[in-house]
């Protein structure tokens, strides 16, 4: 790896190869010491005065080798850990709140393929890092420190019936039954593959599932909320009511109606806005979105007399402008959403568990509620293979922007933002119809190849 290993979600690349196991160790040793010297480990009664890890992975079989060794590294430090096997990157954050650990590591790679992997740290109360606290992970990656022996070394035990509380703890944040409403899941063979049906059961759904099979090589292969193709079939082809899909570490979820339309996460994020709203539970009437919601969906709020705040992509920007702001809902178009009443990451069973409620309490469908916004036809081309340091000093790129932005007008926008987790540079353009927006992306995305090369 080169340059800052930190993108926008921990630190990823292909297991083994960019990410090492001798990475994983050190990294997690350096954790240990940046959170430690910052204060968030606290000596707890009972524990020897040593502070506490949970950790948590995806079913990639990557994940195996990385989970020891970050293991090893945590302990190898003075910190006691609790593996809890495959679990939900949100169910770690919780989890690291709910049993008072002081950190929490999740080995993930999220929607990526197989071979990649990830690893993202939680602070006490299952907070992701800021960026500062990243930096100086990475600034004491190697330095020399002294090591703790005999007692003073970590204990290792396993957790992994904890699983069940994180279960219990979503199915007490519901605000109704769903006794009748038929669903089809889609685990993406990945974290959620057990927790995901079993919560949907007890609250109700009748459950059916696909992408619930995961063998540590499968997570996200033509399966899960980037490839929603088997869902729509699936869902169009029976008689469930609609369709539920995660991605590999179930931080986020996008649904399928019962005729096969994809409902996004700015239309999740709208169809709950109005149910928390109606219940008198949305804060100052208010959802944090990022740059690349669908412009429709800020309109559909404005409406509703609802307020959209926006921040940089990544959910725990939004996170960030969500507690600054004193606000509860909000999240991104990609299906991470953060209901921060009951969460402190994107939840994507969580989402799933209060879309299918107000299915349920309302008695309309999901097409008719997610109708209450109209998505403009938005095209995003990712450009792969270029210097994304030159998105931002390209004099022919910032005028293809400003040209293509006084053919849109006011009704549509364009957006090009360097990807935080590949290297590529992501083209985004929404416009009045399909073929503007289209055509006006192509151009421009053909600019970044030539000018960011």
Known sequence: MTGRLFGTDGVRGVAGRDLTAELAMDLSVAAAHVLGDAGAFQATVGRRGRPLAVVGRDPRA????????????????GVDVLRLGVLPTPAV???????????????????NPAPDNGIKFFARGGYKLPDAVENEIEQRLGEKWERPTGTGVGRVSDAYGEADRYISHLLASVPGRMEGLRVIVDCANGAAHMVAPEALLRAGASVETIGAAPDGHNINEGVGSTHL???REAVRGGDADLGIAYDGDADRCLAVTASGEVV????????????????????????????????GFKLALRRHGLTMVETAVGDRYVLEAMRVGGHNLGGEQSGHVVMLDHA?????????????????????SLAELASVMTRLPQVLVNVRNVDKSRVATSEKLAAAVVAAEAELGDSGRVLIRP????????????????DQAERIAAELAEVVRTSCA
């Open 344 to 364: 402190t990451t994107g939840d994507g069973v969580l989402t799933s568990l209060h879309l299918l409620a107000r299915v349920a309490e309302t008695g309309r």
């Open 419 to 434: 990807s935080g987790t590949e290297p590529m540079v992501r083209v985004m353009v929404e416009a009045e119809s399909h």
């Open 264 to 295: 996004d996460g700015d239309q999740i994020m709208a169809i709950l806005a109005l149910a928390m709203r109606e219940r008198g539970a949305l804060a100052h009437d208010t959802v944090v979105a990022t740059v690349m919601s669908n412009l």
């Open 229 to 231: 193709d088997a869902l």
């Open 62 to 77: 990557s994940g195996e080798f990385l989970e020891a060794a970050v293991v090893a590294g945590l302990a190898s430090s």
């Open 93 to 111: 954050a919780y989890l690291t709140s709910a049993l008072g650990a002081d950190l929490g590591v999740m080995l993930s790679a999220s929607h």
